[in-house]
């Protein structure tokens, strides 16, 4: 026996690789709804989040092989990379968000109030804010693997992650406060 065959990686049922319907499964049932979320607060639109559902189970089915314990991560990854070429949220950083859930009447989900839509005031964050937020917080990427998807330096990233969380604790505090106003009322 040799060192490498000492030392080889066992090739039991443990490590087998991800199959096409182990994918399907996993956008379909077992995880569609945290996909679509996912998708849905990168995309800030319903349209463009099945959009980028669609063509993650497509690079997913059609990409490089991944063990099968590790097809969640890279379902998660693939939908983050294309909502990314979606949106490109690191041009044009300063525009605000264009529609996510929007009732008649209302021209954008900055004039909404942030109590009616769950996540609002994480949708209503500027494109690279909400990237930077929900990759950083939400999914716990590190700051590196941020900085490198989404082609900003580090302190870019480090200042817009800042400026989220200041914006989502003021969103926070406004529904908090008028809350308790209607309620002394």
Known sequence: MTYLDEHRIPTSGQN?????????????????????LLSFLLTANHEKAEQCLVAGLDDCVAGNAVFEEWAGSWARRAIVRNAIRMIAPHNGRAKPTKSAFQPPGISSVLMMPVQDVPFASI?????????????????????????????????EMRAT?????????????????????????
């Open 161 to 185: 992650r800042a400026l989220a969380l200041q914006h989502i604790s003021e969103s926070e505090r406004m529904v908090t406060e008028s809350t308790l106003i209607f309620k002394h009322e």
């Open 16 to 36: 087998k690789n991800a199959t096409a319907e182990d994918f399907r499964k996993l956008f379909t049932e077992e995880d569609s709804n945290g996909l679509y």
């Open 123 to 155: 949708l209503r964050l500027n494109d690279l804010e909400r990237f930077v937020y929900v990759l950083s917080v939400l999914e716990s990427y590190s700051d590196q693997d941020c900085v490198v998807l989404l082609g900003i330096s580090r302190q």
